[in-house]
T-cell receptor, first 114, second 113 residues
Framework: DQQVKQNSPSLSVQEGRISILNCDYT??????FLWYKKYPAEGPTFLIS?????DKNEDGRFTVFLNKSAKHLSLHIVPSQPGDSAVYFC?????????????FGQGTTLQVKP | EPEVTQTPSHQVTQMGQEVILRCVPI?????FYWYRQILGQKVEFLVS????????KSEIFDDQFSVERPDGSNFTLKIRSTKLEDSAMYFC???????????FGPGTRLTVL
């Protein structure tokens, strides 16, 4: 059941440049999307979210863009820092459901080189 | 800053044994979740819990699994008879009632031998 997909398993960028992580989904009922960052042997750490009524949300160096017609979202990190190196997961939920369970993508490993 | 905590950080058990994984969600949160991540795979939803009952469970969450909120702070996941394939990281998460943002604990690594 691949409702949320992150097609790039890894991404490598130079410090100071932009990192763009992509995520696609298939279920049009999803109306809330989140990005989490995860280090090995730790739990996912919430980064940023976006509701389907918006197409952009910004928080410091992190911006999430949502294209509902393409069922696509992306996370931009500008400027990228070595400490951003981690696995990034996108997740989706149906806010109006009575559970709000998250469906995760497979993750993208970001490496930021000094 | 409030956070979700989980104990133990690592649990090793023999196949067929019972294990209980413990979580303390963020104090004013009302929705509680368990997820797991098998090594190299994606994070998978197991169960959600609200108002002292299960609100949804996945196909993975069979009769061997149960959840409980025994008091006002703890949230537990019990596996009655562990199998080798239960070896995974288990994450607890919680959220408040006005947002879909879930906050995760650090996880418990379960190793079944």
């Amino acid at each position: 059941d691949q409702q949320v997909k992150q097609n790039s398993p890894s991404l490598s960028v130079q410090e100071g440049r932009i990192s763009i992580l992509n995520c696609d989904y298939t279920n049009s009922m999803f109306d809330y999307f989140l990005w989490y960052k995860k280090y090995p042997a730790e739990g996912p750490t919430f980064l940023i979210s976006i509701s389907s009524i918006k197409d952009k949300n910004e928080d410091g160096r992190f911006t999430v863009f949502l294209n509902k017609s393409a069922k696509h979202l992306s996370l931009h990190i500008v400027p990228s820092q070595p400490g951003d190196s981690a696995v990034y997961f996108c997740a989706a939920s149906i806010f109006s459901s009575n559970t709000g369970k998250l469906i995760f993508g497979q993750g993208t490993t970001l490496q930021v080189k000094p | 800053e409030p956070e979700v905590t989980q104990t133990p950080s690592h649990q090793v058990t023999q196949m067929g044994q019972e294990v209980i994984l413990r979580c303390v969600p963020i104090s004013n949160h009302l929705y509680f979740y368990w997820y797991r991540q098998i090594l190299g795979q994606k994070v998978e939803f197991l169960v959600s819990f609200y108002n002292n009952e299960i609100s949804e469970k996945s196909e993975i969450f069979d009769d061997q699994f149960s959840v409980e909120r025994p008091d006002g702070s703890n949230f537990t996941l019990k596996i009655r008879s562990t199998k080798l394939e239960d070896s995974a990281m288990y994450f607890c998460a919680s959220r408040g009632d006005t947002t879909d943002t879930q906050y995760f604990g650090p996880g418990t690594r379960l190793t079944v031998l």
